[in-house]
């Protein structure tokens, strides 16, 4: 499993930038909405104006950059000819043909294709891509906005909702206000595959309204039983939760606390996301797939298939009739 947050697209925008700037492009247009975050920061490295796909298709006047040498607004039929065209990432390749299919073949433009990162390390279906990312990628902008939160167990404070002072877990009457009146934080969008906390089980009935209250869907909640707070030691809480994400049998574990995030990844081998230190603890492929990991097992599997589809046939074909009379 892959992680880029918002500094490595920065960078790797910046590091590919000369290969954008002899193209002399008139417009960057950005796919909403994850391609519209690059599609800003080539603008401006450019100096150029951006818009989105939908402003694009229908004609609104652009009010120039305040740096541009231009006096009014781009008039798309007699000032836009070279458009670059950007989304954050492609797979399949599905939301850029859609994209291309939404605007006018009979309209003159000159367009150029760009997604930042390919899970194809060469592909026809995209003019440019600056980053070869194979199998399952998570990026810091879209971690709560796609289909990586319904396989992932999330903990809840420091990540759905402000973490809890000191004072406030001291105080019995101060934490059963902060469990019902504090503010979310980050909030998932789409059903959370498993929600896994080490608030104890005596608080479910203010947890679950509190979820409620915000919108927050999930599949599971799991809590901690220990009958006191007093027994909750940083350890035994990253025990806790790697247990549970070992049973949930879900992809990835979304963490506040940096030694609980590092401890979780020990103990599970599994990846896991921490928002405190921005940063994806992964053992890599081969370690994670020996492990049993779903999503590395997939990708190591694909990737040992590609490599030896490229031996030489007749070696291909000794090593593809072991395999059948073993499987």
């Known amino acids: 499993m892959n992680y880029r947050g918002y500094y490595d697209l920065r960078r790797v925008i910046r590091d590919n930038i000369s290969l954008l700037q002899s193209r002399d492009f008139d417009l960057i247009v950005g796919i909403p909405r994850s391609g519209m975050i690059p599609a800003y920061m080539i603008s401006n490295y450019l100096n150029k104006t951006c818009c989105d796909l939908q402003s694009f298709l229908n004609s609104v006047a652009l009010k120039p950059v305040d740096t541009q040498n231009l006096i009014e607004p781009l008039d798309y ?5 070279n458009i670059l065209l950007v989304d954050d990432s492609i797979a399949s390749g599905r939301s850029l043909e859609q994209s291309l299919q939404q605007i006018s073949t009979n309209e003159n433009y000159n367009i150029t294709t760009l997604c930042i990162y390919s899970t194809k390390s060469s592909r026809s ?7 070869y990312l194979p199998g399952i990628s998570v990026f810091e902008w879209m971690i709560f906005h796609s289909f990586i939160v319904k396989g992932s167990c999330v903990s809840i404070d420091g990540v759905l909702c402000i973490a809890p002072t000191k004072e406030q877990i001291e105080d019995h009457e101060k934490y059963l206000d902060f469990l ?13 595959g498993c929600i896994v906390t080490n608030r104890l089980e005596k608080y ?11 919108g927050v869907d999930y599949n599971s909640l799991i809590m901690l039983k220990s009958p006191s707070s007093s027994k909750r030691k940083e350890e035994l809480k990253a025990i806790h939760k790697a247990n549970a994400y070992k049973k949930s ?7 506040s606390n940096r030694e609980q995030a590092i401890k979780i990844h020990e103990l599970t081998k599994f990846p896991v996301y921490c928002i405190e230190t921005n940063k994806l603890y992964s053992q890599g492929i081969l370690i994670s797939a020996f492990y049993g990991h779903k999503y590395s097992r997939e990708i190591f599997l694909n990737k040992l ?4 589809e490229k031996l ?3 070696i291909y074909n000794f090593l593809r009739g072991i395999y059948r009379f073993v499987s």
Do not use: C, M, Y
Not at 180 to 192: E, R, S
């Open 77 to 81: 039929q007699n000032k836009v000819k």
């Open 125 to 131: 279906d995209v003019d440019l891509f600056f980053e």
């Open 180 to 192: 019902i009146h504090t503010p979310p934080l980050f909030l998932a969008t789409g059903k959370i």
């Open 204 to 214: 479910r009935s203010e947890t679950e309204a509190w979820l409620k209250k915000n």
């Open 249 to 255: 049998r879900q992809n990835l574990f979304i963490e």
């Open 305 to 308: 298939r590609t490599r030896i």
């Open 312 to 314: 030489p046939k007749p």
